[in-house]
């Protein structure tokens, strides 16, 4: 039996040793997902609206728990972790609304009636990347219960436990067996299973675009639906006008949050060349504020990243003649930590302005005028986040109106919320999860003839 191990990246300690799911074992857990479906699918909406809440009440009544496993195994701080253990309670609470609420439409036709029904995809897999385990687990497997789909989650390798318990707490919930299942396994092998297989009808698939482009790849050879979630490369464009303290005091959570290991890090402010400096004088102390260290700690606010291997990649954005502005601090000592970083001023080919870092590295480059920031923001492949700074509530609505993405705050540095639609444009993904809307990326509409003539 192979295993894999995982560690905490705050100690470099072993947390547990965890059986690696084999392409057979994720075939039988399929197995016991079709044998599931057609009894999930027939459950009365009311009861299956129960049902999640009962699952939400267990992960409630376990939020500690979850939290300490994802201190232990991501190195989240702990604040954070209980936020992302509430948001799974909150993201099935939302969705335990929607079973009774899948109404479809009567249309007027010739001859007769038609109706439409939603039925549910199949089976779903929902293959989750390591930097948010909890959240992104969550927000595909709410809406894919709550539309009456069997649901096998593949959590990343170096992060499954809090799945592992999130699946242990839906079966003593009383969600019947094979209903939600998680299989924990290397991507080329479980992962890629829950592609090729014909039965599992629908993939969610969040983590990178190299990945994902060959995921969507292997879903076309069965047209199989899919919805990707990449990753991006935003911005946090600050006007003349803005609040500026505001803004400076918000840049460091927009892009340092979970040690910069966010799809949405805003890791590139853009700053109006006329007040570039006093910006830049302003982030200096919010950024040597921000508190990094042991992730067990309440006041911490940032960790540490998860890998030495990823440690290893962020680092080589930052070679030694890298154009740094200023740092903040991290740990010495065991961990894979890195002190947050801004850089400052950076060329255009500079690969930490040009790629995702997904670590605590952030350039600041400066624009002209409205059109200028706009055409910066929109000169990258990817579209998922960003943030627009100024007093000017005109200027706010055409600048969010002209960045290509998908996901944007005005005056505030806040990106993913559970009612509203999330996902990205351009290459940081296809489709859209969370939101009241959700619940059609797990259904098919049917349409159904009743002739009325004699
Ligand atoms: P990836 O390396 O792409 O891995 C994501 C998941 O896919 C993991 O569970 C991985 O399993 C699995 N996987 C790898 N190869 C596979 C294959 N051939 N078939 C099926 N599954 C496969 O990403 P990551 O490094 O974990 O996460 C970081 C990336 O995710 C960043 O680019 C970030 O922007 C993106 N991200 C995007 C979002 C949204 S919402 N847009 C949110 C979070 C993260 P293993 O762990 O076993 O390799």
Redesign the pocket.
Known sequence: MSTFTVLNPATEQTVATVPSASAEETDAAIARAVAARTGWREVAPGERAALLRAFADAVDAHIEELAGLEVACSGHPVGQARWEAGNVRDVLRYYSAAPERLCGRQIPVPGGVDVTFKEPVGIVGL??????PMP?LG?GLGPALAAGNPVIA?????TPLTAVRIAELAREAGLPDGVFQVVA????V???R??DHEAVRKIV????????R??MA?CARQVKRLT?????KSANIVFADADLQRAAASAPQAVFDNAG????ARSRILVQRSVFDRFMAMLEPAVKRVAVGDPASPVTEMGPLISAE?RERVASFVPADAPVAFRGHAPDGPGYWFAPTVLAPVRPDDPAYTE?V?GPVVAVVPFEDEADAVAIANDTPYG?SGSIWTENLGRALRVARAVETGNLSVNSHAS?RYWTP???FKQ??LGR?LGPDALDAFTEAKNVFIATEE
């Open positions: 293959i989750v990347p390591w930097n948010f992104i927000w593949k959590p990343a390798e170096r396994g290397k991507g080329s479980a992962g890629q829950l592609v698939f969040t983590g990178s675009t190299e990945v994902g060959q995921i292997g990707l979630e990449l990753g991006g290991q966010d799809c949405c990823h995702e997904f998922l993913v999330f996902g990205g940081s993904g999860e």
